[in-house]
Antibody, heavy 118, light 107 residues
Framework: QVQLVQSGAEVKKPGASVKVSCKAS????????ISWVRQAPGQGLEWMGW????????NYAQKLQGRVTMTTDTSTSTAYMELRSLRSDDTAVYYC???????????WGQGTLVTVSS | SYELTQPPSVSVSPGQTARITCSGD??????AYWYQQKSGQAPVLVIY???KRPSGIPERFSGSSSGTMATLTISGAQVEDEADYYC??????????FGGGTKLTVL
């Protein structure tokens, strides 16, 4: 069965970086993309970006350009999302999701809480 | 930037039909997707490509799209359908966008 298992909760200080992992299993990793979505406390879903696990192509949300980097390691079927220069408003649950194409996010990770606080 | 607009809340009685709308200028050319999120849980895909239902999603969930509006319909809503619902689509550059979300109350 398809599973996406994310790394554990993180607490970071403003200005620091965080790297969240998303390990995939139960399907051919390189046949799909991975999207990252975050949700601030009490708020809606926010699309952060997408990476092709096939060739590493990326497409990032305009507001995060320059601060976010998405990568994959095909040898371990793991996707990573790194966010730099953290601010308090980056406090959120971060989700990875398998993307079949065009917006079909059919399987989601369990979410990773990132708290940014001094 | 591209936006999708949803009503903040919809309320129905059990057994009634709930309709949640999503408007966006690019919807005539782009598919709409619908995600259900229950409290404290990850979102779940309930409709893809405007009107297709993933396996395991009850038949009472359906979707449609006409012009700049997509609609999620829950026919005979159940108490367990109470959740936040988000529409999702992409802009002309392939960047994703979620609607603001609609809180469905069934009581």
């Amino acid at each position: 069965q398809v599973q996406l298992v994310q790394s554990g909760a993180e607490v970071k200080k403003p200005g620091a970086s965080v790297k969240v992992s998303c390990k995939a299993s139960g399907y051919t990793f390189t046949s799909y993309g991975i999207s990252w979505v975050r949700q601030a406390p009490g708020q809606g879903l926010e699309w952060m970006g997408w990476i092709s696990a096939y060739n590493g192509n990326t497409n990032y949300a305009q507001k995060l350009q320059g601060r976010v980097t998405m990568t994959t390691d095909t040898s371990t079927s793991t996707a990573y999302m790194e966010l730099r220069s953290l601010r308090s408003d980056d406090t959120a649950v971060y989700y990875c999701a398998r993307e079949e194409g065009g917006g079909n996010l059919d399987y989601w990770g369990q979410g990773t809480l990132v708290t940014v606080s001094s | 930037s591209y936006e999708l607009t949803q009503p903040p809340s919809v309320s129905v009685s059990p057994g009634q039909t709930a309709r949640i709308t999503c408007s966006g200028d690019a919807l005539p050319k782009k598919y709409a997707y619908w995600y259900q999120q229950k409290s404290g849980q990850a979102p779940v895909l309930v409709i893809y490509e405007d009107s297709k239902r993933p396996s395991g999603i009850p038949e009472r969930f359906s979707g449609s799209s006409s012009g700049t509006m997509a609609t999620l319909t829950i026919s005979g809503a159940q108490v367990e359908d109470e959740a936040d619902y988000y529409c999702y689509s992409t802009d002309s550059s392939g960047k994703g966008v979620f609607g603001g979300g609609t809180k469905l109350t069934v009581l």
